[in-house]
């Protein structure tokens, strides 16, 4: 059965930095592109970053360069490091994998970025 676990979120101020976690069971790990989204209050869920089984990575044009998708293949982890962070950036943070014709998600993890 796949699950994706995420951790990580939490309160910060503006300017800080969070790393949340998204642990995979049972999947392929290194087979598949994994990801990262976000929904805000009262909008649409948005793509954050994605990473291949090749570990390529590519990001949302407005995030690149404070956002960074990384994978421990040890512990099956995907990871995304949050720097330079905005009120703006404030939403729940979600973990998807892409395993074939299906698509798997994670329960969220809230961050909160106040001025």
């Known amino acids: 059965q796949v699950r994706l676990v995420e951790s990580g979120g939490g309160q910060v101020q503006s300017g800080g930095s969070l790393r949340l976690s998204c642990t995979t069971f049972?999947?392929?790990?290194?087979?598949?592109?994994l990801g990262w989204y976000r929904q805000a209050p009262g909008k649409e869920r948005e793509l954050v970053a994605t990473?291949?089984?090749?570990?390529?990575?590519n990001y949302a044009d407005s995030l690149k360069g404070r956002f960074t998708i990384s994978k421990d293949y040890a512990k099956n982890t995907v990871f995304l490091q949050m720097n330079s962070l905005k009120p703006e950036d404030t939403a729940i943070y979600y973990c998807?994998?892409?395993?074939?014709?299906?698509?798997?998600w994670g329960q969220g993890t809230q961050v909160t970025v106040s001025s």
């Open positions: 998807k994998a892409w395993v074939g014709s299906h698509d798997y």
């Open positions: 049972g999947i392929s790990f290194s087979l598949f592109t």
């Open positions: 990473i291949t089984g090749g570990d390529t990575a």
